[in-house]
């Protein structure tokens, strides 16, 4: 039996109730996702083709919010009879009933605990994957202009449980290349020490294109190396449209076309340089 495995990151939606003040609304602004059963015929397309490279799948699952999705633990089902391991984002959502059908095929869990969030739900969801002996992580996102609000709910939450909540930084439009919101030092060093300190004194004090090239200079080049894109990765966006990397060298269309079809040969890289670090785990070889 092969143990060659892809990993596919899906963004599920672009769809979320929580309407979170920080959340920019192209993440949660969109329509009503797809049914589920349209959800399940793709999903069952991408498992025969990997099916048939001998290769099974790490699944990992993030919005807009999944549990704002009808029936989604049918596809979470679907996905681990298969063979496939779940890594699941979420909120956590608002019913708990919820928990009883995601638990049993998720076998990791990243939670975030937002400021409108009920702490008696996030409880039962952290207890529950201790007791299954799953992993879970959890951050908060800590807003700057209710600072000490916001540390004060998740000290507590902490305290209950027994387990370290990250506290999460928040980016202009959620986007670390725009900077991070208009926190103090002292709300910096609290959350993280004098890491975060440094880390926006260099935003502040470079340009855009010297932290580029910056990044260039530091990362592997792989031009013209054949790259497993599309084979060993893939990555769908919240609108359905497909790349093998994160680096989109290779477009690969859109989940949701009829004519849609996956790749089952390498492509050769043209990228001045592999920068984000999840690319550089893709096997490359020369020509």
């Keep these: 039996m092969s143990n060659l495995k892809t990993h596919i990151n899906w963004m599920l939606n672009d769809y979320c109730t929580s309407e979170c003040s920080y959340c920019p609304i192209r993440f949660r602004g969109g329509e009503l996702p797809r049914g589920i059963l349209e959800y399940m015929e793709v999903t069952r397309k991408l498992i025969?083709?990997?099916?048939?490279?001998?290769?099974?799948i790490d699944w990992t699952f993030n919005g807009g919010e999944p549990l704002d999705m009808f029936d989604f633990p049918m596809m979470l089902k679907l996905c681990k009879e298969r063979g496939g391991t779940i890594d699941l984002t979420t909120n956590g959502g608002k019913l708990?009933?919820?928990?009883?059908?995601?638990?049993?095929?998720?076998?990791?869990?990243h939670l975030s605990y937002h400021y409108w969030q009920n702490p008696k739900l996030m409880k039962f969801i952290i207890e529950a994957f201790q007791k299954a002996g799953k992993n879970i992580d959890i951050s908060s996102p800590i807003r700057?202009?209710?600072?000490?609000?916001?540390?004060?709910?998740?000290l507590e939450l902490q305290s209950e449980c027994g387990i370290q909540i990250g506290k999460a930084v928040l980016y202009n439009e959620a986007d670390p290349?725009?900077?991070?919101?208009?926190?103090?030092?002292?709300?910096?060093?609290i959350m993280r020490g004098e890491e975060l300190v440094e880390v926006q004194q260099h935003f502040q004090e470079t340009t855009f294109e010297e932290r580029y090239e910056k990044k260039i200079e530091e990362n592997p080049v792989y031009t013209g190396y054949l790259c497993n894109v599309g084979i060993e990765k893939l990555v769908i966006s919240h609108q359905g449209y497909v790349s093998g990397s994160s680096c989109n060298d290779k477009p690969l269309g859109n989940l949701w076309s009829p004519n849609f079809q996956l790749p089952s040969a390498p492509h050769t890289c043209g990228?001045?340089?592999?920068?984000?670090?999840?690319?550089?785990?893709i096997t490359k070889f020369s020509q």
């Design 271 to 281: 990228m001045r340089a592999c920068v984000d670090r999840s690319d550089q785990q």
């Design 144 to 154: 700057p202009n209710y600072f000490d609000e916001d540390m004060k709910r998740v």
């Design 177 to 189: 290349v725009a900077g991070m919101l208009a926190y103090t030092e002292q709300q910096l060093r």
């Design 96 to 109: 708990w009933l919820d928990w009883w059908a995601i638990e049993p095929h998720v076998d990791s869990l």
């Design 48 to 56: 025969d083709h990997y099916d048939s490279l001998g290769r099974k």
